[in-house]
């Protein structure tokens, strides 16, 4: 879907100005994502398979929801209406827990350039991953791993036809130790 986005500079302010989402891709302008990692007590993490429709990394494993900010929302706000969008779960601003921005400036061919921050959050997962109804165009599927599978995850990527999104070794182990850091301080 073809939505507008406010266009950010290299170091993340907003320039003022926004374009379609296709646009600032094709001319790689710089722009802000909202990325929730969903994590339960017990140590699992949720996990999204991208849907087999996405123009990039389909069908590959990655963040639980993730979206772009859209023209005149608020980080908070695209991450609350994405989760509920992509996965189908109403949250609040409270249970949010933003663990930093991580830069992402990868090109996918010639046609997507995808200068994105991503505005990171952990969340605790309160229902069970069966009471999720992912959204077709964005999740081909959801499950919940352990911290052990994830470090596993981490330690293979684009070895023996791992799963997960390659490019993101040093954010996905930044994620890994939030998850863990929040998991013992609660």
């Known amino acids: 879907m073809d939505e507008y986005i406010d266009i950010v500079d290299g170091d993340g302010n907003p320039t003022g100005t926004f374009e379609l989402k ?9 722009h802000h994502t909202a990325h929730i990692w969903f994590y339960t007590k017990d140590g699992r993490i949720l996990l999204s398979q991208r849907s087999a429709k996405k123009s990039i990394c389909p069908l590959l494993w990655d963040v639980s929801v993730a979206g772009h900010v859209g023209h005149g929302e608020s980080i908070v706000q695209a991450a609350i209406r994405e989760t509920q969008e992509e996965i189908g779960l109403d949250i609040l601003e409270s249970h949010l827990y933003k663990i930093g921005v991580f830069e992402s ?71 890994l130790k939030a998850i863990k850091t929040q998991i013992k301080s609660q």
């Open 105 to 175: 400036f990868q090109s996918y061919g010639q046609a997507i350039i995808d200068n994105e921050f991503y505005n990171t959050f952990i969340c605790e997962l309160q229902v069970p991953i069966a009471h999720l109804s992912p959204q077709e165009e964005e999740v081909e599927a959801l499950k919940l791993v352990s911290i052990g599978a994830f470090q596993a995850l981490i330690d293979t990527i684009g070895k023996n036809g791992n799963h997960f999104v390659p490019s993101n070794k040093a954010y996905y182990e930044m994620i």
């Open 22 to 30: 296709s646009i600032i891709h094709q001319k790689g302008y710089y």
